[in-house]
């Protein structure tokens, strides 16, 4: 018996009408699984883009010793900037130090009040071609005399994204689990719409309807469902964006930003899982009571 697209359609929307509020649930519960998706991958791009950005601008800092001579510091700066690795050297003096302290802890005037110029060392701040070399900078300066301390400030930024990573791992597992919900409750809801009409199945059985011919409509159903929530999961990202920059401006210095490019870019991969989720669980429901 072939399949008629338009009987498929009907069906489908008097299986959907039939049991309106299980087919709500399902699509909600497919859009925050969605939604949880699309969070996921965008604050994983974020990150990914923003350690790409910090790391290409960080800078190795060479603090030096505090009984440093001025020939010494000319000698350090001569060589750094000889150096293939290196594409740029500023040095900073005690009170340009002290500037940049004053106005890194500006919300703290106490600590700024019992910190004089001379507390804090002079340095070169050297900017690499490649960030990736910061080891065989350290390496040729380790231990020379006149520099007291060499510093990568990627280090401080690997931990932090390295946080961010396992807060993005945690969400996973979330995505996951309510992914699998969703699944099954579309399959429940499957498995109702054919209970409900196991009569007329048979009946359509009987008189030479194929597995094919019934599966259609409830194979469809299911994937309307989880199209409508991929398509709610993505209207609430759009919807959440200004929070998310609201809270990321917080943390301007990490540079965390997402567009409604960066939203849409995904859009076609949360429409293609809602497809996923919903075959997947219209399957399962229908391996009980068909011959598949």
């Known amino acids: 018996m072939a ?105 703290r005037p106490e600590l700024v009040r019992n910190t004089s110029p001379d507390a804090l060392p002079e340095s070169f701040r050297v900017k690499l071609r490649d960030p990736k070399q910061f080891e065989v900078v350290r390496d040729r300066l380790q231990g020379r005399p006149g520099i007291d301390q060499i510093r990568d400030e990627r280090s401080f930024l690997k931990q932090f994204f390295r946080v961010v990573d396992d807060v993005g791992r945690i969400g996973w597992i979330l995505v996951g689990l309510l992914t699998a919900a969703g699944a099954l409750l579309i399959g429940t809801t499957i498995r109702l719409a054919i209970f409900a009409r196991r009569r007329e199945i048979g009946i359509m059985r009987l008189v030479g309807a194929t597995n094919w011919f019934i599966r259609v409509p409830f194979m469809m159903e299911g994937v309307f469902h989880g199209l409508v929530g991929a398509g709610a999961a993505l209207a609430l990202l759009i919807a959440t964006r200004p929070l998310f920059v609201k809270v990321a401006s917080s943390l301007q210095a990490l540079q965390l930003s997402v567009s409604y490019g960066d939203i849409a870019r995904y859009g076609l991969v949360l429409l293609l899982a809602g497809v996923l989720i919903g075959g997947t669980g219209s399957l399962f429901g229908l391996r009980r009571f068909l011959d598949v």
């Open 3 to 107: 399949i008629r697209v338009d009987y498929a359609v009907r069906e489908t929307l008097n299986n959907i009408r039939r049991q309106m509020f299980m087919s709500v649930a399902v699509i909600l519960v497919v859009a925050v699984s969605l939604y949880l998706v699309g969070g996921v991958l965008l604050l994983r791009f974020a990150v990914n883009r923003a350690f790409a950005l910090q790391t290409a601008n960080v800078e190795v800092t060479v603090f030096l010793a505090r009984d440093v001579t001025p020939d010494l510091r000319d000698q350090i700066e001569k060589d750094l900037g000889q150096m293939p690795e290196v594409s740029r050297v500023t040095y900073e003096s005690k009170q340009e130090a002290y500037r940049r302290f004053k106005d890194l802890f500006r919300d």
